[in-house]
């Protein structure tokens, strides 16, 4: 049984479809992350799991109580669900200390709860007695997920906890809190806009588009296999180009490409990641391309390329040691299986994920 599973959610606001049938399961103890762009409905569903919102229509079930649907609706207190909301998560005439323990029975507000829930966040007992202007954007959100998490919910929903974080910050607060939901065992729901993010915290990440989760899987099944381009856009960089497929092979602009357990033949579309294309200025084989923009990480450039002599562009990864000025001349090559889509046949693919 799964921890959360919704069926058919449906939500308008006036004659704005929100939620078109959202399905979505959730097992005990994982973290899933909900990704979709602004406005897509993200806040709208946690707020439906959590009991502030009546859908239109569809169930909600957390473990084995059905919480919404077949006319019922169990209130938001009766849930055991935590929520940490988008924005203005704390209380700001509180300390820390009040703030973690506002959701607990009087009598468990005094007792050893405080120290735990620092420890579990990661934050020194000693700002038990600050008030949150006095705390730092990653240290209210480890409060607030340490106040979401004291009660003990049987699940924990995350409305995009690290978007007022700066980049430096942002990855060593998630990884902190994923740490403590861990440590907790708790089932949690993170909602965010950020496919790095979705992508390096969670176990099964849901695509919304369109009222829906276009696509549900793990990390590297989304990455590795989404169902559409689009999908494959939004999850990452990509360049998709045209195809002719045939006997395991496919014919694109960055030349001829293996992909053995395809069955399609004729024409398709080749997903191919950044880190697929390999950049070579001495090379002889592999396809002509000219530099037209570097973006360089430290770590890694990304690389915006034209094909030579008209092609279309495309774009590539490479490690930060070896990166081609703008405007030189190189040789492409691509390495790896890559996913072809099928424009006959939306959704139904033939991948290689050798
Ligand atoms: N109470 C409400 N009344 C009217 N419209 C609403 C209400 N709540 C949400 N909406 C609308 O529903 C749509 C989805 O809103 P929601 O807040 O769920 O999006 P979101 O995916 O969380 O966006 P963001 O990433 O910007 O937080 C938006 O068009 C929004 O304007
Ligand atoms: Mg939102």
Do not use: W
């Not at 806009?193 to 989760?213: C, F, I, T, W, Y």
């Not at 880190?275 to 037209?292: N, W």
Request: hydrophobic fraction near 45%.
């Amino acid at each position: 049984m799964s921890a959360l599973a919704t069926q058919g959610l449906v939500k308008s606001f006036g004659d704005k479809l929100v939620l078109s049938g959202l399905d979505l399961q959730v097992n005990h103890g994982s973290i899933t992350a909900i990704l979709g762009p602004s406005g897509c409905g993200k806040t709208t569903l946690l707020r439906i799991v959590a009991g502030f919102v009546e859908p239109d229509a569809g169930v909600v079930r957390l473990g084995d109580r059905t919480v919404v649907g077949n006319g019922r609706s169990v209130a938001p207190q009766r849930r055991r669900v935590g929520y940490v909301p988008q924005e203005g998560a704390l209380f700001p005439h509180l300390d820390v200390a009040a703030n973690i323990t506002f959701g607990l029975p009087r009598a468990l507000r005094g007792g050893p709860r405080i120290g735990e829930m620092l420890e579990l966040v990661e934050l020194p007992r000693s700002i038990a007695g600050r008030y949150p202007h006095e705390l730092s954007g990653g240290q209210q959100q480890r409060v607030a997920l340490a106040r979401a998490l004291a009660p003990e919910p049987a699940m924990v929903l995350l409305d995009e906890p690290f978007s007022s974080l700066d980049a430096s910050l942002r990855e060593g607060t998630g990884r902190s809190v994923v740490r403590a939901l861990r440590a907790a065992v708790a089932t949690a729901v993170l909602v965010t806009h950020d496919q790095n993010e979705a992508l390096s915290l969670a176990d099964q990440v849901g695509v919304m588009r369109k009222g829906r989760l276009a696509q549900v899987g793990s990390p590297t099944e989304v990455y590795r296999a989404p169902v559409d381009p689009e999908i494959a856009v939004f999850v990452g960089g990509a360049t998709v180009l045209p195809a002719q497929v045939y006997d395991g092979l496919a014919r694109c602009a960055l030349g001829v490409l293996s992909v053995p357990h395809a069955q399609a033949r004729g024409d398709a579309q080749v997903l191919i990641r950044p880190e697929q294309i390999q950049v070579d200025d001495g090379h002889e084989d592999g396809v002509a391309a000219r530099v037209t923009e570097v973006s360089f990480y430290g770590h890694d450039a990304a690389l915006r390329l034209d094909l030579l002599p008209s092609g279309p562009h495309v774009v590539a990864r490479t490690i930060g040691s070896a990166v081609p000025p703008t405007g030189a001349i190189v040789r492409l090559r691509v390495s790896g299986a890559v996913t072809l889509f099928d424009p006959a046949r939306p959704g139904a693919l033939a991948t290689d994920l050798a």
